[in-house]
């Protein structure tokens, strides 16, 4: 499965220059998943088409806002049958805030 199609990118691209423009954190276009109960929340992708920001929660008691390397995720395989990080294919969207107080409220992002 492919983690960005066409359409997220143009998505995320979009919302890397909102944010240059506006300094404002953008909604979340991206959700990301694998093993340990990893969840990765993404807003944007940075212009070298490899830093991505966002909400990530790699299943060990805490959730931060910050940066990932798409590269990173796709090399990922997580035991014990080494499969790697899925997109959510039904991932509706919606903003850091909501997902935060999501996280407050379960303690985690898995299952959102």
Not at 24 to 51: A, C, P, R, Y
């Amino acid at each position: 499965m492919k983690l960005i199609t066409a359409d997220i990118m143009k998505k995320l691209v979009k919302n890397n220059q909102k944010t240059i423009e506006t300094g404002e954190t953008q909604d979340i276009v991206l959700k990301l998943f694998g093993g340990s109960n990893s969840t990765w929340l993404i807003t944007e992708i940075d212009t070298d088409n490899d830093t991505m920001w966002g909400l990530c929660d790699i299943g060990h008691g805490f959730c931060e806002f910050g940066t990932v390397s798409l590269s990173e995720l796709k090399s990922i395989k997580f035991p014990p049958f080494g499969l790697g990080v899925e997109r959510d294919m039904f991932f509706g969207g919606g903003s850091v805030a909501d997902f935060r107080k999501y996280y407050e409220e379960h303690g985690s992002l898995n299952g959102c």
